[in-house]
């Protein structure tokens, strides 16, 4: 490989790491703010979900991606006919849709409005880590 891809995978790492922190962190957020009683609480909450998707989650996400596809095209004849791949890709496109559910919740909580119960939050809280788990295991062990 040559050093400009290397180059690519390594930003792409970077913000992979950056993404999955926030993945990790906004939905804890999430379950505090649920269980929060009273104003201030609820205000300081909505303040840091917002800055926490805005600041580090939405960015990381777009370059994380922009960054992981470039090394894709980079490297597809290497790669495109390997299951751990697919797999890895379809585990990314879960992530996505994670994200784009947690923008979901921000809103309702910004509005005042909680879509679920504390449990449900605490329940969806573990999937990044699944997807996490799914993903290294693929790029690292290639099973398929």
Same mark, same amino acid.
């Given at each position: 490989?040559?050093?400009?891809?290397l180059?690519?995978?390594?930003?792409?790492?970077?913000?992979?790491?950056?993404? *999955?922190?926030?993945?990790?962190?906004?939905?804890?957020?999430?379950?505090?703010?649920?269980g929060?009683?009273?104003?201030?609480?609820?205000?300081?909450?909505?303040? *840091?979900?917002?800055?926490?998707?805005v600041?580090?989650m939405r960015?990381? *996400?777009?370059?994380?991606?922009?960054?992981g596809?470039?090394?894709?095209?980079?490297?597809?004849?290497?790669?495109?006919?390997?299951?751990?791949?697919?797999?890895?890709?379809?585990?990314?496109?879960?992530?996505?849709?994670?994200?784009?559910?947690?923008?979901?919740?921000?809103?309702?909580?910004?509005?005042?409005?909680?879509?679920?119960?504390?449990?449900f939050?605490?329940?969806?809280?573990?999937?990044?880590?699944?997807?996490?788990?799914?993903?290294?295991?693929?790029?690292?062990?290639?099973p398929?």
């Amino acid at each position: 490989m040559s050093t400009g891809y290397l180059w690519i995978k390594a930003f792409h790492v970077i913000f992979v790491i950056t993404w *999955m922190a926030a993945l990790f962190y906004l939905p804890r957020l999430f379950i505090y703010h649920s269980g929060a009683t009273d104003q201030i609480s609820t205000e300081r909450f909505k303040i *840091m979900e917002r800055k926490l998707y805005v600041i580090i989650m939405r960015p990381s *996400m777009i370059l994380a991606t922009a960054f992981g596809l470039w090394a894709l095209a980079l490297a597809w004849d290497a790669f495109a006919s390997s299951g751990w791949l697919w797999i890895k890709l379809l585990a990314v496109v879960g992530l996505l849709g994670y994200h784009h559910y947690c923008a979901r919740m921000l809103k309702a909580f910004a509005a005042d409005t909680s879509l679920h119960s504390e449990r449900f939050y605490r329940i969806f809280n573990e999937v990044p880590a699944i997807a996490l788990i799914i993903i290294v295991i693929m790029v690292v062990v290639k099973p398929f």
